[in-house]
T-cell receptor, first 109, second 115 residues
């Protein structure tokens, strides 16, 4: 079993839709949970992070962590074509950060 | 603030040849990482430096990969000899190593194709 599982997609939605991206994990030692966005032929860029359980909102983006279920989510409201990218979840415990495989998202105009 | 610089952007080599990648992190960032990202997969850590010392190289294939960080700033990653399965994007990232440095800043990567 992989430490971090993420559905690779692709996920295709119309402009304006609410997008839900998810990851599950198996290591209880993870304390920090991040979401990165990666455009084609670019390096990942940090979108959001959350420490332990709870929600965090930043503009159109909301990150949720449920440590009891070992499940994290990223919601994108009013999705735009510019949101089309690969979204990577990442989790950190101590010095160790593990990335998910990424979900490819396409937002159609 | 200048980002993480990497070169070259692309490299095509034949198997068994050698190749080197260069990274210049964000000024003042103590921690530097090299990741390998194979197509369709998430980044996998190869090596982590704290200043010019190695913190974690447990997933670095040491029989063919080597890395160094001179004077705690720039870093080079070398592969010798290359194999077909080394075809990937090699990402460099840095972080400031402060108590809240939960995220990294990545460079655009070097795309390596081994033929």
């Amino acid at each position: 079993q992989k430490e971090v599982e993420q559905d690779p997609g692709p996920l295709s939605v119309p402009e304006g839709a609410i997008v839900s991206l998810n990851c599950t994990y198996s290591n209880s030692a993870f304390q920090y949970f991040m979401w990165y966005r990666q455009y084609s032929r670019k390096g990942p860029e940090l979108l959001m992070y959350t420490y332990s359980s709870g929600n965090k909102e930043d503009g159109r983006f909301t990150a949720q962590v449920d440590k009891s279920s070992k499940y994290i989510s990223l919601f994108i409201r009013d999705s735009q074509p510019s949101d089309s990218a690969t979204y990577l979840c990442a989790m950190r415990g101590g010095f160790k950060t593990i990335f998910g495989a990424g979900t490819r998202l396409f937002v159609k105009a | 603030e200048a980002g993480v610089a990497q070169s070259p952007r692309y490299k095509i080599i034949e198997k068994r040849q050698s190749v080197a990648f260069w990274c210049n992190p964000i000024s003042g960032h103590a921690t530097l990482y090299w990741y390998q990202q194979i197509l369709g997969q998430g980044p996998k850590l190869l090596i982590q430096f704290q200043n010019n010392g190695v913190v974690d190289d447990s997933q670095l294939p040491k029989d063919r990969f080597s890395a160094e960080r001179l004077k705690g700033v720039d870093s080079t990653l070398k592969i010798q000899p290359a194999k077909l399965e080394d075809s990937a994007v090699y990402l460099c990232a840095s972080s400031p190593n402060t108590p809240d440095d939960y995220g990294y800043t990545f460079g655009s990567g070097t795309r390596l194709t081994v033929v």
